[in-house]
Structure formats: C-alpha cells, structure tokens
C-alpha cells in the first residue's frame, strides 16, 4: 500500500479480495501435490544436517577415551606408543601444517600465475584451453598423483633438485640430512600440484569480478599493462585471493594418499624437508587397520576429529573471505 | 621517452612473460603426468588386463576384472544414494532456500564439501562397518555418497537459480501448480546442469580412495555381492604401489592409466552435457 492514509480506505467488496489469496494460497502450497512436493524436498534436504550431526557424533563418541586421558597434552606431547598407550600428536599436526605450507609455498605463485595470465594477459583463444588443463589437474586422482610422485617425481628430486638445492642451500636446518626420496619435500610438492587447479579457478573467478573501470582507470593514468594488474587489481580482490588460497590450503591439509605414499611417515619432528615426515591423514590411513586397543583407535578418531575442526575453520574462512569479493557468484563450490 | 618509462615498460614485459611461464608450467605438469601414465602403463593393457582377475604375488600375468566391475558397482550405488539426495537438496535450496533452515544447509553443505576424505572413511567405519560387524561395498558407497551430496547439491541450486523467473512465472500463470513448474519447466531448463554437476561429482568420487580403505577394504577375488569386501581400481592401485614386486607395479601403472581414462571420460562428457544447453553461460 502506497496510499497515504488520510482516510480509512473503505472495505473491498469479497469477490475483488478473493483473486490474490487464491494466488498466494496456490504458491503457499495448499494445492496437495505442492505440499507433497515441499515436504519430500525438506526431508531430503533435512538428511544433510542429521548427516552433520551423525558425523560429529560419531567423531567425539569413538574419540572420547582418548580425549579423557589425554587431554589437551594430545596436541603437544610428540611421544605415539602404541604398546605403551601413550598417544601425543604433534610430530603429524606438525607435518601436516608443514606440508601444506610448503604446497601453498610453491603452489601459490603457480596458480596466481595462471589466474593473473588468463584473466588479464593472453590471447583469447588461449584462455579456455589452458583454463580446461589447468582444472583437468584436479580431475586425476589423489592415489594417481602418490603413484607418479613415488616412481617419477622422487627419483626426479633425487637426481637433479636436491644435490643442486643441498650445494647451495645445504649449510642451513631446512636442507640437512640424508635425502632418501621419502620426504618432506616430496609430499609439498606433490600436493603443490594437487592446489594449483582449486587456487586457480577460484583466483580466476575473484579477478574475473574485479570491475574492468579499475584497470582502465589504472591505464588511463599512465600505468604500463603490469602496474594496472599489480596496483588497482590484486588490491581490489586481495580478500578473494587469500580466500582462494585458504580454500586450496583446506584441501592440503586433508589430502590422504597421494601424501602417504611420498611423505615417508616417520613420526617426528624435523626441520629439514629432505627427511620423512608424518601427516594427521596419513596416520589414519596407514595405522587405523592395525589399532588393535580401544585406545588406540580412539587416539586415531581424536587425529581425525582434529583435521575435520582445523579444515572446517579453514574452509569457513575461505568462503567468507571469497563471498566478499565475488559476491553471489558462488565460485569456489564450483571446483571440479 | 625516459629511463624510468623504459624501466617500467621493460618491468611489466618480464611480469608478462613470467605469468605466461607459470601457466605454461601448470599445463606442463598435467602434460607430464598424463604422458607417464601412457608410457608406463599402455603397454601392459591387454585382453588379459581386463578380463582376469589377480593371480597371486610373485606371478606374473592376472589383470583388474575385480577392481574394475568392483569401482563400477561401488560407484553406482554411491550414486544412486548419493544423487537423489543431492538434486533433492539442490532443489529445496534453490526453491525454498531464502529462510533460516537454507542458510542453514547451505552453510553446512560448504563445510562438508571440504571435509577430508579419509575422515569421511573413518565416520563410515564406525557408523556402518563396526555394527555390521564386517567389511563392505556398501559401507564404502556410502561413504563416496556422503562426498557426492553437498558438491551436486551446490551445483544443482546453481544451476536451477540460473533458469529466468520468467519461465516459472509462465508456467504459473498458466495455472501450472508450483511443484510441476519446479520439475516441469524448471528443473527441465536446469537439466543440462544438473546433469553436469552429477558427471563431474561421480568423476571425482570415481577417484576416490581414502575412504574406502576400511569401508570396501579391497578383495583379491572376484565379487558382486554388495554385502562383503571388494575390490576398486583406487585400492589396487594403492596395494600395488606400495608393494614389493616389478610386476605390481607394472599392473598400477596400467591400472592408473585406466582410472585416468575413466574420470576423464566423465569430466569429458559433464563439459559435453553443459555445451548442449542453448544460452549456456560460457564454460569457465
């Protein structure tokens, strides 16, 4: 009602009330099949959250005699005997942090390169087909990814990166040690791959909705091509970008297998990325057949329910860093 | 022109030319993984590789039979699980999603979508194989299930939210009840979509390998009883890689390549369904 109210409008006569409550009943759903309808599209709708709760309910039930006994120690104490019962996680949250930082390390320039080329640098007729290889990454399987990295990329670094990297780099605590293939170093750069094609789509996307009157405006002061992306671009997405890269750091930390077969799972804790390394999932995939006390396999449900929290946090990070830029354009769901 | 215009006209060229490079590195790397698999593993695909099953360890010969109809029955029955409630989901987002419960499952369904695999296998174990008391493909087609939905319901709601109103305001004020304007012409118009995210989220389930480590477990025989253990390409790829024997390794590459072939095929065949819509928006 627009109308302003100097004086009470008079009363509708009821057959010209009647029309719009018929329409805003049919839409309600008084109509029997849109009932049915709404309700079976709720009940399966309703099956994620009981799914949620089921999942966590789970986690924290099988984890709870190890939370009982150990405490908070479980994240900082780095002795995991198995005999003894005495389980403490750090040596594997330590790797899994380490490895994944080492992803984002080599794998960030990577996937920023990418975006930065195809959104604001090459030719057209490039942009669909390096935009559809650099996703096919995603597409291979982690197991495919553990079998290259274990039988091509190792034997690669073993030969012709790391006695280079040692010569130069060995005399500090990142590079020292014997290199055995299995390693630290392997497992970053397998999983460095493994992020480039999620940091980079969604990155595309975040440079996609910077408005083009940015850049113009940058040239139009007098910016070379370069200057454009680096001051008025990356600065307007900044926030999306760093949701990208959360988004990819999500995915590191969980990635299971291509990891356990190239990190060497020594449960300690190094400096060096040239010695073995454990993470919290390749843990549990190489050690949740053989816990044979209750114990120890709640430890195990504890590491899980330790990467679910840190991924979650990370995850929601990540989304509400992205939607902020590229607002309602949903990218990163998007991923293949 | 200036010593200072030059410098940074010769800055912005290196910056191009460098984010060219790191492209060209990315595409590098799928180039060389790609070619691997083929020169590894071509040359061991043979009748036998797809006809037999594993013989035993130190033998030569023997083939993934198994793991092959296994990863196609798991696979499916993921999907049939998973699907029905990912499109429901998708649906109710896109149609009833505005209030506090489609925040809600939106929210939810973000957080799931980048859950780690192998907790979703562990969550599986101790929901389905531990009361059940034994190992099985069905535990493990739950387990891809629970990966499938909050990925096909996300892109499902996308796709339905993309179709104009003015279709669904058509078909209503044609007199259309609102569940047959939602399937009928809606859901209809999204079809090319939705059958886009189903593809692409079997393609990456299809893959998967961690959550199957204690659910499906893995079966050197031949099985199609959904009840008991069985094989995929994903476990036998991981059980030869890390085994001792030449002739393992020789079956994972070949096995890899195979898994290769088949999630590309769906990739492949998702970008294929998305092309067939008219006024699509352009592939990313």
Redesign the interface.
Known sequence: MTSLPLEPLPPRPADLVSPPDVTSV??R?V?A??R???A??????L???L??L??VG??V??AWPSIERFGLRFAWTSVWDPVAGVFGAAPMIFGTLASSFLALLLGV??????A???T???PKWLR?P????????A??????????G???LIPFLRADIVPPLRAVLGWTPFFSGVFYGNSLLAGGVILA?MV?PYI??VS??VLRAVPTTQREAALAMGA????A??TAVIPYGRAGLIGAVM?GL??A?????AVT?VIGNRHDIGMSVLQPAYTM?AA??NE??EATTNLYLAA??EV?LV??VI??V???LA?LLIWRVARGT?VG??A? | MSARTVR??I??GI??G??????F???L?????LA??VV?GASSLDWNFFTKNPVPAGQTGGGVANAIVGTAIIVGLAGLIGL??GI??G???A??GSGR?GW??RF????????????????A???LVKPMGHFSALAGSVALA?LM???I???TE?MVRLVPHSLREAA?ALGY????A??RIVARTALAGIVTGCL?GI??V?????PL??TALGNLNFTTSIAGPMQTL?LQ??TY??GPFEEW?RL??AA?LV??AL??LL?LAA?WAIRQRRGAPP??
């Open positions: 049919g839409l759903g109509n099949g849109d049915i309808y709404r079976a599209l709720t009940a399966l709708a099956t994620l959250p799914l949620l089921a999942f789970e986690l039930t099988n320039p990577l996937a920023l390169g990418v930065i080329y195809l604001e640098f090459s669909q390096i935009a559809f290889l650099v996703e096919l990454l597409a291979i399987p982690s197991v495919v990814y553990g079998l290259w274990v039988y091509v791959i480039v980079a789509a595309r996307e070379t091509r370069w200057e992306v680096w988004l999500g995915r930390l969980g990635e299971t297998m077969l999932a549990i995939a949740f057949s195990l449900f899980g990467l679910f991924t979650v990370v995850n929601a989304r949903a769901s998007r293949l | 940074r006209r800055v912005s910056m191009t460098l984010v060219a490079l790191l492209s590195l990315a595409v790397a799928l180039v060389l993984i691997d698999l590894k029905p409630i429901g989901t649906l109710f987002l149609e009833y419960m809600t499952v939810l369904a973000d957080v799931m979508n980048g859950t780690p695999s192998i907790v979703v296998g562990i969550f174990w101790s929901w629970v939905v909050p990925m319901a996300r892109t996308e209503l009840p609102r569940w047959r939602s399937l692409v393609a990456r299809a893959g998967e390998t961690a480590l204690f994903s790829i991981f890689a890390t390794h994972a590459w890899a898994l290769m999630v590309l990739a970008r592939a990313r």
